[in-house]
């Protein structure tokens, strides 16, 4: 596969890439807030990130998964989607 960058892998630029479009969607969300300056709407705005949120880091980390698999028994994978849901649990429960 063709480098992105030199020497950046094209895997790791587009889970930073990811990162940078998860920041960019906080930060608008955080101005958004302000800007309304009413309670109702920022707790919608906050509801909409606690959706972005997750969906941006199972992107990410299926990025890499999948990237990694090759190299990881069945086991260690196993665990690394159990750690995930986990997470993902933890988040919405």
Do not use: C, W
């Not at 596969?1 to 990162?19: C, E, N, T, Y």
């Not at 990130?49 to 980390?61: K, N, Q, R, V, Y």
């Amino acid at each position: 596969m063709k480098h992105f960058l030199p020497g950046i892998h094209p895997s790791v630029a587009a889970m930073a890439g990811m990162r940078f479009l998860s920041a960019a969607i906080e930060l608008t969300a955080a101005i958004l807030i302000l800007v309304t300056n009413d309670v109702r709407k920022a707790v919608v705005i906050n509801s909409i990130l606690a959706i972005i949120g997750p969906l941006i880091f199972i992107i990410t980390m299926t990025i890499g998964i999948y990237q990694i698999a090759g190299q990881l028994s069945y086991a260690k994978l196993l665990f690394i989607f159990i750690g995930v849901f986990f997470i993902l649990v933890g988040i919405y429960k």
